[in-house]
């Protein structure tokens, strides 16, 4: 049986992804039974109610500190340093991704912590997997050093499950596109920008090529997508920190096309740089029949769906500047 998350820590909660979870954590259980931490970038107080601390995930007496004082119980661990950013500082990718969540591991035993979640990524996949629908097993051999960050991470978690039976659970998101938090530096932000672009500019210049298609997913999925893993009955998991998650594909040339269609005067071009060589590196799509199967997993967007809502939300966001 899966122990209860009553206590719920979310380290990073300020980066694309946290902006949404610690909001929507806090409305399913509680604004004070969630615990914000930043590191450098303070929220702009979006993050909903409640508790907000400092935390940088290598400073491990501080994390003991946080968890022992909210009397913690289960973490969602977001802190990362990204594809793209990651190619720029190899060692702070491997400090913060490996050993900042080593660390966490350790506390967790330490604190005897009901559960641990961790995002993967498509970034764990190399060139040798098939493109289409690359299977949940199959050779990893990243070529990049988040990609090297992400297996080791998942073969971490997993590990500890197995040996010490502390409940780590993690899925291999694809790049995420949301309108409230810029991306952090991935190689996936493109997906994201030509949106921002479109309204603020009405041209985007594209740092990947036209036909470049990878595995993409919209916000609200990507929520429900690690909420549902969270709540998962553990007794039905033969997977624990790999599961892919899958919701749709398509190229840059696709997505420029389909926001013309709702923003006629848009343009675009194409100018790829050093992040294409990371794109090329992963797969089109994965097969996610393990998440489908285990726990349940199903997608709510498709590109139409999340394209519309992208452009109503980011032209009131945008404000005048939006057509
Ligand atoms: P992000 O870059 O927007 O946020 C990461 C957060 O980590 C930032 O708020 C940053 O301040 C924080 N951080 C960096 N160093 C830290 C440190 N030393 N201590 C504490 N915090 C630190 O990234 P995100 O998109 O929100 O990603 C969250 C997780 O999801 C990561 O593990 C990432 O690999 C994974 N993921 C993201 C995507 C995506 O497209 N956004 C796709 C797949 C997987
Ligand atoms: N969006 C992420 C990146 O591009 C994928 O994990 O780094």
């Known amino acids: 049986m899966s122990r209860r998350m009553n206590n719920i820590l979310v380290i990073g909660a300020t980066g694309q992804i946290g902006s949404e979870l610690t909001p929507a954590l806090r409305e399913k259980y509680g604004q004070d039974s969630v615990i914000a931490t930043y590191y ?12 907000l601390e400092e935390l940088d995930i290598m400073d491990k007496k501080a994390t003991a500190r946080i968890i022992d004082q909210y009397d913690i119980d289960s973490v969602f661990n977001l802190a990362a340093i990204l594809s793209a950013k990651g190619e720029e500082n190899p060692a702070e990718a491997f400090r913060v991704n490996v050993i900042g969540f080593f660390q966490l591991l350790q506390l967790g035993l330490k604190f005897d ?3 641990i979640i961790i995002p993967s990524s498509i970034g764990v996949f190399g060139p040798e997997v098939p493109s289409e629908n690359a299977p949940n097993e199959t050779v990893l051999r990243p070529t990049s050093m988040y990609g090297v960050t992400k297996v080791t991470g998942e073969l971490l978690g997993n590990y500890y499950y197995n040996k010490f039976g502390l409940d780590v659970r993690g899925l291999r998101l694809p790049g995420i596109v949301s309108s409230k938090t810029l991306p952090g530096g991935g190689t996936t932000d493109y997906a994201v920008e030509v949106f921002y672009e479109a309204i603020r500019k009405g041209h985007y210049t594209s740092f990947v090529r036209e036909d470049t298609t990878l595995p993409l997913m919209y916000m609200p999925d990507c929520i429900k997508s690690l909420i549902d893993l969270a709540e998962a009955d553990l007794e039905a998991l033969d997977h624990h920190c790999d599961f892919n998650v899958s919701s749709m594909s398509f190229t840059a ?3 420029a096309r ?21 794109a090329d590196s992963w797969p089109n799509s994965m097969d996610d029949t393990p998440a489908r199967e285990e726990w349940g997993w199903e997608p709510s967007y ?7 809502d992208m452009i109503e939300k980011l032209k009131v966001k945008l404000g005048e500047n939006a057509s």
């Open 258 to 278: 389909k926001i013309e269609e709702i923003i006629p005067e848009f343009t675009y071009d194409f100018q790829p740089d050093e992040r294409q060589e990371i």
């Open 302 to 308: 498709d590109l139409d769906a999340m394209a519309k």
């Open 253 to 255: 040339g696709d997505l």
């Open 40 to 51: 450098t970038t303070k929220s702009g107080g979006d993050l909903g109610e409640g508790p």
């Open 113 to 115: 912590l009901n559960r």
